[in-house]
């Protein structure tokens, strides 16, 4: 009876065992990322400020991610591909980060730059994409590598404005290179696991700043990465903020904007440029954590999950509104100028301008400083350069993120003296 006894204790106590090993799998599984990856560019190493500006990112990786396995920097990492900056930029690499961090580099539109800075180098496209496989140890242009069981594919212009300038600081990519592709993510054709990719320029019309950067424009790449769900593409070149809901993109497959480790812009210009920015990937076995990082601050901006297996759901359809009660003030009114402001338009989202329209056409953009006035409750624009003793029919339209516009204007007929 007692050896009966302790039997069943005996297999209780291993069933229990069991179950505990279980559910701390399960919990590792949703807390401790099975890889971490640093992903940044846009560095624009040149002299020493830019210099210490890429160390303070090192830096900060170490301190947030000491165990991070990998860090892609996805081009512009010179500021004109001179030898000397390749040179700098391995140097500081070198010091900074851990022989076991696994480096993904991409070229750049500024790595093709020397002739721009110097009218008597004779230097080739080709010459330069050698230089840039020479100086970062990469194998080419384009290449893919395999770390602990995820893919990378990194992908690179082979053509620069200075020898074609219709090229423009598009990334040109050859049939060559899109065969490479083709057959390089037949690969992955039934794995779910995220497949990660990077480019220096953006599918244009995608992620924020993709619009106005001079991105991708061939329509190749975004038919073909539509077949692979998995992939996440990063992107550089645009240095548009993170802070930004566009920083994820999804049409079929996710992109992402990089921002900037240098300086940072916005869709208003230079009004955001004091930051540098970068992302940390947490990879689980059912998500990836994209988390966006300013290095200035040392502070975390926001975090995007992409599920694996793919499921869309970074997207937004919600136009922005006026509150019932929203007015709009004629505050000043010269010769030449009238000002107005109106009480802020709300949005899911983010309101990320207002369109100013006279007899439907748009006269004036009013960006929003989104990043330092999320609770603005007041607006205000100036009109410039109008005709004396004028009437005007005037038209507010909130923009969201997405670029959805409010269906009710807010109207007003001011006139000038």
Same mark, same amino acid.
């Given at each position: +009876?007692? /050896?009966?006894?302790?039997?069943?204790?005996?297999?209780?106590?291993?069933?229990?065992?069991?179950?505990?090993?279980?559910?701390?799998? /399960?919990?590792?599984?949703?807390?401790?990322?099975?890889? =971490?990856?640093?992903?940044?560019?846009?560095?624009? *190493?040149?002299?020493?400020?830019?210099?210490?500006?890429?160390? @303070?990112?090192?830096?900060?990786?170490?301190?947030?991610?000491?165990?991070?396995?990998?860090?892609?920097?996805?081009?512009?990492?010179?500021?004109?591909?001179?030898?000397?900056?390749?040179?700098?930029?391995?140097?500081?690499?070198? &010091?900074?980060?851990?022989?076991?961090?696994?480096?993904?580099?991409?070229?750049?539109?500024?790595?093709?730059?020397?002739?721009?800075?110097?009218?008597?180098?004779? %230097?080739?496209?080709?010459?330069?994409?050698?230089?840039?496989?020479?100086?970062?140890?990469?194998? #080419?242009?384009?290449?893919?590598?395999?770390?602990?069981?995820?893919?990378?594919?990194?992908?690179?212009?082979?053509? !620069? +404005?200075?020898?074609?300038?219709?090229?423009?600081?598009?990334?040109?990519? !050859?049939?060559? =290179?899109?065969?490479?592709?083709?057959?390089?993510?037949?690969?992955?054709?039934? @794995?779910?696991?995220?497949?990660? +990719?990077?480019?220096?320029?953006?599918?244009?019309?995608?992620?924020? #700043?993709?619009?106005?950067? #001079?991105?991708? /424009?061939?329509?190749?790449?975004?038919?073909?990465?539509? =077949?692979?769900?998995?992939?996440?593409?990063?992107?550089?070149? !645009?240095?548009? *903020?993170?802070?930004?809901?566009?920083?994820?993109?999804?049409?079929?497959?996710?992109?992402?904007?990089?921002?900037?480790?240098?300086?940072?812009?916005?869709?208003?210009?230079?009004?955001?440029?004091?930051?540098? =920015?970068?992302?940390?990937?947490? %990879?689980?076995?059912?998500?990836?954590?994209?988390?966006?990082?300013?290095?200035?601050?040392?502070?975390?901006? @926001?975090?995007?999950?992409?599920?694996?297996?793919?499921?869309?759901?970074?997207?937004?359809?919600?136009?922005?509104?006026?509150? !019932?009660?929203?007015?709009?003030?004629?505050?000043?009114?010269?010769?030449?100028?009238?000002?107005?402001?109106?009480?802020?338009?709300?949005?899911?989202?983010?309101?990320?301008?207002?369109?100013? &329209?006279?007899?439907?056409?748009?006269?004036?953009?009013?960006?929003?400083?989104?990043?330092?006035?999320?609770?603005?409750?007041?607006?205000?624009?100036?009109?410039?350069?109008?005709?004396?003793?004028?009437?005007?029919?005037?038209?507010?339209?909130?923009?969201?993120?997405?670029?959805?516009?409010?269906?009710?204007?807010?109207?007003?007929?001011?006139?000038?003296?």
């Amino acid at each position: +009876m007692k /050896k009966k006894l302790l039997g069943l204790v005996l297999i209780f106590t291993i069933s229990l065992l069991q179950t505990t090993v279980s559910s701390n799998e /399960k919990v590792n599984e949703d807390k401790i990322p099975k890889l =971490q990856i640093g992903v940044i560019s846009d560095i624009h *190493l040149g002299e020493e400020k830019e210099s210490k500006i890429f160390i @303070n990112a090192l830096n900060d990786y170490k301190n947030i991610a000491p165990n991070c396995r990998a860090l892609a920097i996805v081009g512009d990492f010179t500021n004109h591909g001179l030898e000397f900056q390749y040179d700098e930029f391995k140097k500081v690499l070198d &010091k900074n980060i851990s022989s076991n961090v696994e480096k993904i580099v991409t070229i750049g539109n500024h790595e093709f730059y020397e002739r721009r800075i110097d009218e008597k180098s004779k %230097v080739t496209d080709n010459e330069l994409k050698d230089r840039f496989v020479n100086k970062t140890g990469m194998p #080419g242009v384009y290449y893919d590598k395999w770390i602990d069981g995820y893919h990378f594919i990194a992908l690179g212009s082979e053509e !620069s +404005m200075i020898s074609n300038p219709k090229n423009e600081d598009s990334a040109i990519i !050859s049939e060559e =290179q899109y065969s490479w592709l083709e057959k390089t993510l037949a690969v992955n054709k039934d @794995n779910k696991n995220p497949i990660f +990719m990077f480019l220096h320029q953006p599918i244009s019309d995608t992620v924020y #700043g993709s619009e106005y950067c #001079g991105g991708l /424009k061939d329509g190749k790449l975004l038919s073909l990465l539509k =077949q692979y769900p998995q992939v996440i593409l990063f992107s550089g070149h !645009s240095h548009f *903020l993170l802070n930004h809901p566009r920083t994820i993109y999804q049409d079929g497959f996710t992109m992402v904007n990089t921002a900037s480790v240098a300086y940072t812009w916005f869709e208003g210009g230079e009004g955001a440029s004091q930051y540098s =920015q970068g992302l940390l990937l947490d %990879v689980y076995k059912d998500r990836v954590e994209i988390k966006s990082r300013d290095f200035t601050s040392h502070n975390w901006i @926001n975090t995007h999950i992409v599920k694996i297996p793919y499921e869309e759901n970074i997207k937004d359809a919600t136009k922005p509104t006026f509150p !019932s009660e929203a007015k709009v003030t004629i505050d000043e009114a010269t010769e030449n100028s009238i000002t107005l402001s109106w009480d802020a338009a709300e949005d899911d989202t983010l309101v990320d301008k207002y369109y100013i &329209k006279k007899d439907g056409e748009v006269i004036e953009t009013k960006y929003i400083k989104f990043w330092e006035n999320k609770n603005e409750k007041r607006v205000s624009v100036t009109l410039a350069n109008l005709s004396p003793g004028t009437e005007y029919n005037i038209e507010i339209y909130a923009v969201d993120a997405w670029g959805n516009q409010s269906l009710n204007p807010l109207k007003v007929i001011p006139r000038t003296k």
